[in-house]
């Protein structure tokens, strides 16, 4: 077992992993738009999240985990435009998600989410 020393070196062992299990690079996006009305309750965003930004099935369905996928793999799961769709939809119906979700959105570039 090898135990990785720096953040520099699981960067570098992430990314061609990352490649050979066929996730989908987004760095050559421009936009990415996120419907909130296709989440069907506050437990099903996570499952929403992870199918609309193709992450691998490998962190848990938290708050947590999906700050973990932006961590390891940033260049590859940003879009250069996130337009959220049915924000005001959404945050009525599952206002603690709509904050938790609104607060992982500031992972992202200053300026990339745009809220609809």
Not at 17 to 37: K, Q, T, Y
Not at 46 to 68: A, H, T, V
Not at 75 to 103: A, E, M, Q, W
Request: charged share 15%; proline share 5%.
């Amino acid at each position: 077992m090898v135990l990785f020393a720096s953040l520099s070196i699981i960067t570098n062992y992430y990314l061609p992993l990352s490649g050979a299990l066929g996730i989908r690079n987004m760095s050559g996006v421009n936009e990415l738009v996120l419907d909130l009305s296709q989440v069907g309750s506050d437990s099903t965003i996570f499952d929403f999240l992870i199918k609309q930004f193709n992450f691998p099935d490998l962190y848990c369905r938290s708050w947590k985990g999906m700050e973990e996928h932006l961590f390891y793999d940033p260049k590859c799961r940003v879009p250069k435009i996130l337009i959220v769709l049915n924000t005001d939809t959404f945050k009525s119906s599952y206002p603690n998600v709509f904050v938790k979700l609104y607060d992982w959105f500031q992972c992202f570039p200053s300026g990339s989410v745009v809220y609809r």
